[in-house]
């Protein structure tokens, strides 16, 4: 609806939407390396675990649009734990690769360390590719049956769910080792193309990265190969508008308000609660002011004048800064306090040998 300089505010428009892809709710890391620009890479999971990059570069020549380059010698992405990405009773790590050689030698894709778990484009048996991670029982890991191709686009998937650890290239399991056990976990940091423990680094051309806190299946990995990361949309919608505030006298220097909650897609995290003191405030909505940010359904006002007219209005906010409609108007009048008092004992001192007197 539009609102035009006066403050008139037309009619809605008819509703528009659309339903986003489902993505696994174990999904807690996703790097498609579209930014182009820049020494930061965006997680578009949503959970927000950003990467930094060090002598990594940009390149349009990726496997779904840009990507990120790896010297082999320094190139690292590095990103700092946050708690979500120490993986323990299973994990899939995906990501397409593009080597530019191809040696006896452990070539990080994806490694958390010292070990915890990790993908590798090449390993010192033969040159090819595989996976593995520390466990209860000790390290383990997997090998593929042959090197990947020099200047080739090859899709990488380890995954483990408590019981076998699998590798998969391009989309087809090529080894399992039978597993039990939890992945060690690690406060360090999750590192694509390379490590700071003992430098394997990575050289070629890494695209759409995937970590998941459970194993996916042979048919998810392959929708996965087919499907390009994608940032998730921005949180545009409003939340709903709250209940009017329900006004409670307690005395006459508070007010005590509640009013119904509003919704949201996502989640309100707080509301705007707005004040007007006197009488027309619903026709003078200018007079209205912001006192307060409450989290919950409620609020006491205090501090105001005796027999005083206050009026309130709230309206809701979410986690992407969204705000939604105001409330309807509600408020009440403060108890008055009578002029004839000339002295008020109420003997609640407790200690010494003076009384106070409360009618100020």
């Avoid at 996703?30 to 390149?59: I, R």
């Avoid at 000790?138 to 990488?156: C, D, I, K, R, T």
């Avoid at 995937?210 to 390009?228: K, V």
Wanted: aromatic share 8%; glycine share 14%.
């Amino acid at each position: 609806r539009a609102r035009d300089a006066a403050g008139n505010i037309g009619p809605y428009s008819g509703v528009g939407g659309a339903t986003t892809l489902a993505e696994p709710s174990s999904l807690v890391a996703a790097y498609a390396f579209e930014t182009g620009t820049g020494d930061t890479v965006t997680d578009a999971s949503g959970t927000g675990h950003a990467g930094l990059m060090t002598d990594a570069t940009w390149t349009a020549s990726g496997k779904y649009g840009n990507a990120l380059e790896f010297n082999g010698t320094s190139s690292l992405v590095t990103i700092l734990d946050p708690g979500s990405v120490s993986l323990t009773t299973g994990m899939t790590l995906e990501a397409w690769v593009n080597p530019s050689t191809v040696s006896n030698a452990w070539r990080d894709v994806i490694y958390k360390g010292p070990d915890s778990y990790y993908l590798e484009a090449t390993a010192y048996f033969g040159g090819v590719p595989a996976g593995g991670g520390t466990f209860t029982s000790g390290n383990a890991n997997v090998f593929g049956p042959a090197a990947l191709v020099e200047g080739v686009w090859s899709h990488l998937a380890l995954t483990y769910d408590g019981a076998v650890m699998r590798l998969y290239v391009n989309g087809l399991e090529v080894s399992n080792l039978p597993r039990t056990g939890s992945l060690s976990a690690s406060s360090n940091p999750l590192q694509i193309g390379g490590d700071s423990f003992y430098g394997q680094y990575f050289h070629g051309v890494i695209d759409e990265v995937r970590i998941y806190n459970e194993a996916l299946t042979q048919a998810q990995i392959q929708a996965d190969m087919d499907t390009p990361v994608v940032p998730p949309t921005p949180d545009t919608e409003l939340p709903t508008e709250p209940g009017v505030p329900v006004v409670t006298v307690v005395s006459g220097s508070e007010l005590d308000l509640v009013w119904s909650a509003a919704t949201d897609n996502v989640g309100v995290t707080d509301y705007l609660l707005e004040r007007c003191t006197g009488v027309g405030c619903e026709v003078d909505v200018a007079n209205f002011a912001q006192i307060a940010t409450p989290a919950g359904t409620g609020y006491s006002d205090t501090g105001l004048l005796a027999d005083t007219a206050y009026s309130y209005r709230v309206r809701a906010r979410d986690a992407a800064g969204n705000i939604g409609p105001y409330s309807g108007v509600g408020g009440a009048t403060t108890l008055a306090e009578p002029s004839s008092l000339v002295a008020a004992y109420a003997f609640e001192t407790g200690t010494g040998d003076t009384v106070t007197d409360a009618s100020g």
